[in-house]
């Protein structure tokens, strides 16, 4: 009988085609076997598997059930994911929400996006001043776009002062 490590295992192999035939189709079942086991990583994968239509049709309410199962587990990736998915609804409260999750969790791209909720929500100078802090912190831990946003910030800030 395979373990859930090794159902997993497969599942990415199929996925990305390594020393077997690339079958998405497959790649799904053997995640979604892994996940009902537990395998916390597969349980993240539903996620993308739904939100991707990768092996499955794609079908955005599955994806957030498989990521908030996830995020109950403790997944700052998954935290990002739904707080990616509400900044596309532009739910930005519930965006703001998931991506300070996310960044408590230690996921530096959660504050990098959490700046852009944040810049987008803001009232006053101050709270443009702390999108920016975040993105100064989220460039610190190598994120990409943190720099450019940055300096995109500065000179929206700049043309408004």
């Not at 944040?118 to 999108?131: F, H, K």
Request: with cysteine.
């Amino acid at each position: 009988m395979a373990t859930p490590d090794s159902l997993y295992n497969q599942s990415l192999a199929y996925l990305e085609g390594k020393g077997v035939p690339k079958d998405e189709y497959r790649s799904f079942v053997l995640c979604a076997e892994a996940a009902a086991a537990g395998h916390s990583d597969a349980t993240l994968a539903m996620g993308w598997h739904y939100l991707n239509g990768a092996g499955v049709p794609a079908d955005l309410n599955l994806a957030e059930e498989w990521y908030k199962k996830s995020s109950r587990k403790g997944e700052a990736k998954a935290m990002f994911s739904l707080g990616q998915m509400a900044y596309t609804r532009r739910d930005f409260a519930e965006a703001k929400i998931w991506f300070e999750r996310g960044l408590e969790k230690g996921h530096a791209r959660s504050g990098c996006w959490l700046s852009k909720v944040l810049w987008r929500l803001a009232e006053t100078p101050r709270d443009r001043q702390d999108a920016i802090r975040l993105l100064q912190r989220a460039a610190a831990m190598k994120v990409n776009d943190a720099s450019r946003l940055i300096r995109t910030y500065e000179k929206c800030r700049r043309s408004v002062a």
